[in-house]
């Protein structure tokens, strides 16, 4: 390795001097000027991790979701399209701590002797980023690293973040038995369209689906999509509202899945009608929540734990129809954010086992692996459905014994392609929903009518230190600071049947504060004293 042109490189993208950083609930999260070093350092980190891995590709994505414009980010993916593995993600803090340009070619010469690394081996990374301007500077950052280092890559440009998920496997898994799919954007498009096709199984979408992009990557990726879904065998008649990638100040600007899900209204600047389906994506299209707004009963929302149990109802009735629900297991995974009532649904009237993890779709996706069938949706519409290489096979291998064996073994077959099997895809999800709608001739009413959602609200507090805040218990209690959790306890008491919980989160410089109760009323008023704590005892 040639120390100079490493550190040639380290100097033309320093770290900003005195903050400190760390691999958040998504990777390296904040305002975008902090971040060229951080991505030029997280290049260095996926080079290893890659050749670590014989060479395997490892997936670099900037993105900020659904944080405001001006923010971005820096994630790795691992081979199979998951989330970076967690021992990995204290190397990567480590790295991009590391205070000057030596300390960093130290430490990363002292990682890689710690962990084996051959720094002669091949390595290789790919990366996209989402529309934000300034992805340029942090991927010619990356770009640095990993030509100081000799690692081969690939420069997907814009892309969704399950895009690149989606890539990274595929990169991974070419020529192979497990191969995922074509190696590039149009192979993402047709397998979605080819098994959307083939899970509708000849029924048509009915009525027309409004999709809110959130002004992100979304957009322009779905309308590239729907050029290939063919219209007159589907029926899916789409309208792309909040598309504009051109002004970037209007990325999740009152529109998109995290404006809907924390207002609990439609984004203003499109007036529903009353019959369309409607749904919004986030900023790099890996959440989605689907709504309704009419006259009458006003503003109605379907969010991740709706989306989550309309999936695990579809998909345990087919495995059943198709003879197999002895053979596979089937779990739900959810967050301490999962609304009440959707936890008691899933385990009562669907009879299914729900696993509760720490915010973050690595928790939940790692908690899915241990079903053969896992379902996992965060409340904010983050998810999707695993499956395990053993369910796949059966889907397509099992001889079926009558008609109704064979339609529910090929319907789980298409529907192991349709859903993005390495990370929650909002648009993948969508097409999902769709289906499941279309085969159950349902309206989005009739899907609100499983189940009644307690009231429940979510509250933003800024605080002067939100890293103060630790908690346990899969983060429905605080352990620190002192006191804080005891107060939250004597607050919840006060009403018949409540809930209330806060963390800081991982992505914005806040803590988070979740109520539900019994009322509307109720839930309002938990969520604002408990957040009144939350702010006393972070100032
Ligand atoms: C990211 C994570 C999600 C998480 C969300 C909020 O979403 O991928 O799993 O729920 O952040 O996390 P926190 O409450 O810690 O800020 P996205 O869509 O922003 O990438």
């Known amino acids: 390795m040639d120390d100079s042109k490493f550190l040639e490189a380290s100097a033309k993208h320093p770290i900003v001097e005195g903050h400190v950083y760390k691999y958040g609930t998504a990777g390296f999260r904040m305002k975008a000027d902090l971040l060229p070093g951080v991505s030029f350092r997280v290049g260095l980190i996926a080079g290893l991790r890659s050749r670590k891995l014989n060479g395997q590709a490892i997936g670099v994505m900037i993105t900020a979701s659904h944080n405001p414009a001006p923010d971005n980010g820096v994630k790795i993916v691992d081979p199979m399209g998951e989330m970076l593995e967690q021992d990995w993600e204290a190397h990567a803090t480590l790295l991009v701590n590391a205070p000057t340009h030596e300390e960093l070619l130290e430490t990363y010469k002292k990682l890689a002797s710690q962990l084996k690394i051959d720094l002669n081996t091949p390595g290789r990374v790919v990366y996209g980023r989402d529309t934000r301007p300034s992805g340029h500077s942090l991927v010619s950052a990356l770009a640095d690293a990993l030509e100081a280092t000799g690692i081969e890559y690939t420069d997907y440009k814009i892309l969704t973040t399950p895009q690149l998920h989606y890539l990274t496997r595929c990169v991974n898994t070419e020529g192979t038995p497990k191969a995922y799919g074509e190696v590039s954007e149009a192979g993402y498009y047709n397998k979605l369209s080819e098994a959307f096709v083939r899970a509708l199984r000849g029924r048509k979408v009915q009525g027309q689906l409004i999709v809110d992009c959130a002004n992100g990557v979304g957009g322009p990726k779905l309308n590239e999509l729907l050029k290939v879904i063919p219209k007159d065998v589907t029926g899916f008649n789409v309208k792309v509202v909040n598309d504009d990638v051109l002004r970037p100040e209007v990325l999740n600007l009152d529109c998109g899945a995290d404006f809907v899900k924390t207002k609990q209204r439609a984004p203003p600047n499109f007036k529903p009608t009353p019959e369309a389906r409607c749904c919004s994506l986030d900023g790099d299209a890996d959440r989605l929540i689907y709504y309704w707004a009419d006259p009458d009963s006003g503003f109605f929302m379907l969010d991740g734990d709706r989306i989550s149990s309309l999936n695990a109802s579809f998909i345990g009735d087919l495995v059943r129809s198709a003879g197999l629900e002895e053979e596979l297991r089937i779990g739900v995974v959810q967050t301490a954010y999962a609304n ?134 899969a983060e429905r209690r605080l352990s620190h600071p002192p006191g804080a959790q005891d107060e939250i306890d004597q607050c919840v008491r006060k009403y018949t049947t409540a809930r209330s919980f806060a963390r800081a989160s991982g992505t914005e410089n806040a803590c988070r504060v979740y109520a539900e109760a019994a009322t509307r009323h109720e839930a309002d008023e938990l969520a604002t004293k408990v957040a009144s704590i939350i702010k006393q005892y972070g100032s």
């Not at 690595?362 to 899915?368: C, E, I, N, Q, T």
């Not at 996992?376 to 999707?384: I, K, S, V």
């Not at 289906?435 to 159950?440: D, E, M, S």
């Open 340 to 473: 009440g009532a959707s936890t008691t649904y899933i385990e009562k009237n669907l009879q299914l086992p729900v696993v509760c993890t720490p915010t973050g779709v690595k928790h939940l996706h790692h908690a899915a692996c241990q079903f053969d069938v896992g379902v996992y949706f965060e409340a904010n519409g983050h998810g999707t459905v695993v499956f395990s290489q053993e369910a796949l096979r059966v889907f397509r291998e099992k001889k079926p014994q009558s008609p109704a064996q064979k339609d529910a073994l090929e319907t789980l077959a298409a529907v192991g392609d349709l859903i993005n099997q390495t990370v929650g895809d909002a648009i993948s999800d969508m097409l999902m929903v769709e289906v499941i709608l279309a085969h159950k001739a349902w309206s989005l009413k009739d899907w609100a009518t499983t189940y009644t959602d307690l009231p429940n609200r979510l509250v933003r507090v800024e605080v002067a230190n939100k890293d103060i805040f630790e908690t346990t218990d």
